[in-house]
């Protein structure tokens, strides 16, 4: 069975900092691309970071020089790091494991980031 665990949201004030986790089991974690997603409350999902496979990443223009995705394939795990947050980061981000060769996809649950300006 698959599970993706997504944890680290929180309240925090603008300019400040937070990392999300995402521990992946039940699937070849290294073999996957890993994204980072966020949705905010009447706001469409918006894809905010993606890692491959091979680790190379790309961003959303609204948290590039912000945010920093990154993975440790030894522990499953995929991590954002986002500074300097603004109250429009706020949202449930959520983490998706890709393997687009097998139609492979999977999601996490969310954790909640909720920046007060």
């Known amino acids: 069975q698959v599970h993706l665990v997504e944890s680290g949201g929180g309240l925090v004030q603008a300019g400040g900092s937070l990392r999300l986790s995402c521990v992946a089991s039940g699937i070849a974690f290294r073999r996957y691309a890993m994204d980072w997603y966020r949705q905010a409350p009447g706001k469409q999902r918006e894809l905010v970071a993606t890692i491959t496979d091979g680790g190379s990443s790309n961003y959303a223009d609204s948290v590039k020089g912000r945010f920093t995705i990154s993975r440790d394939n030894d522990k499953n795990t995929v991590y954002l790091q986002m500074d300097s947050l603004k109250p429009e980061d706020t949202a449930v981000y959520h983490c998706?494991?890709?393997?687009?060769?097998?139609?492979?996809?999977?999601w996490g649950q969310g954790t909640q980031v909720t920046v007060s300006s």
């Open positions: 998706r494991a890709n393997w687009k060769a097998l139609g492979s996809d999977y």
